[in-house]
């Protein structure tokens, strides 16, 4: 866990590169590398080495929630980064969550993701104008890769909604029987 969600690979791998011999490979090495990758394959832009993924941060917190429901909150865990300090997965999950949303909550004026882009870290005229990058650096928080992937990191709205209404699941179920009752009443007129 970085301080800005679940890394792509263990820090650890930052000094321990050597994962032994495997059948049929020989020598096997990884490398930890949080940001751009250092290598030309894939183009150079392909690395899961490290950097932080919106779409893997988002299907653990929602993994967690699961397990959570099923387990209940008298069920707790240590977490290493809270120096083993015990918290229920639900608390778990609000940890990642908050850590993801806070690539991009303003802090002292400077949001992690764009802290290098000049025009949104310096101007108060681009402060609320967002760039949704395809992954991150797992030290800093910056934005990387592709800048127009609104797609998966459009999920932190997800993530916000989720952590500051407390009954979400009540209320989809509520909006959802709304719904259908009005489309029903909709069709109804349209018969009449």
């Not at 490290?50 to 779409?55: A, H, K, N």
């Not at 402060?127 to 800093?140: G, M, Q, R, V």
């Not at 952590?163 to 979400?168: N, Q, T």
Request: aromatic letters at 10%; proline letters at 6%.
């Amino acid at each position: 866990m970085s301080p800005h969600g679940v890394r792509s690979v263990s820090r650890i791998h930052a000094e321990q590169r050597d994962l032994g011999v495997l059948p049929g490979v020989g020598r096997a090495l990884i490398e930890y590398v949080p940001g751009e990758s250092t290598s030309g394959l894939f183009g150079g832009n392909s690395n899961w080495r490290g950097p932080i993924w919106m779409p893997i941060n988002y299907s653990l917190v929602q993994a967690i929630e699961k397990f959570d429901r099923f387990l209940g909150e008298d069920f707790k865990v240590p977490v290493p980064c809270l120096d083993g300090r015990e918290l229920t997965l639900k608390e778990i999950a609000n940890l990642l969550a908050d850590r993801l949303v806070d690539l991009y909550r303003s802090n002292q004026g400077c949001r992690p993701a764009l802290a290098t882009q000049p025009p949104f870290a310096a101007s108060p005229h681009w402060k609320d104008l967002l760039l949704f990058y395809e992954y991150f650096h797992a030290e800093t928080g910056q934005g990387l890769g592709a800048a127009h992937q609104t797609g998966w990191t459009g999920l932190l709205a997800n993530l916000v909604m989720r952590r500051y209404r407390k009954d979400i699941p009540e209320f989809w179920s509520r909006q959802s029987a709304t719904g259908h009752a009005a489309a029903q009443a909709r069709a109804e007129l349209r018969v009449a």
